[in-house]
């Protein structure tokens, strides 16, 4: 297995726990060596779109009114 394959494995796992377990996650944020802060890294990957939040918001629309209908 390959080092760096292990290390991004493990950062991922930590960003997926941050929001259950901050604390324990920014431990090992640190541990694996890594100089910014996992909340940073967060709020950069979960930037939101407002284009992309409208567009959801249709979507969501659409299937309530299909799925309401009576065929």
């Known amino acids: ?3 760096d ?3 991004q494995f493990i950062e991922y796992q930590a960003l997926i726990l941050s929001p259950i377990c901050p604390h324990i996650t ?7 060596g890594k100089v910014r802060s996992h909340s940073d890294v967060l709020s950069i990957l979960c930037r939101t779109d407002d284009f992309l939040l409208r567009m959801t918001s ?3 629309f659409f299937l309530v ?4 209908e009576q065929f």
């Open 58 to 60: 249709f979507l969501l």
């Open 65 to 68: 009114v299909v799925a309401t």
């Open 26 to 32: 920014e431990h090992i944020w640190q541990l694996i």
């Open 5 to 7: 394959l292990v290390f």
């Open 1 to 3: 297995m390959h080092c």
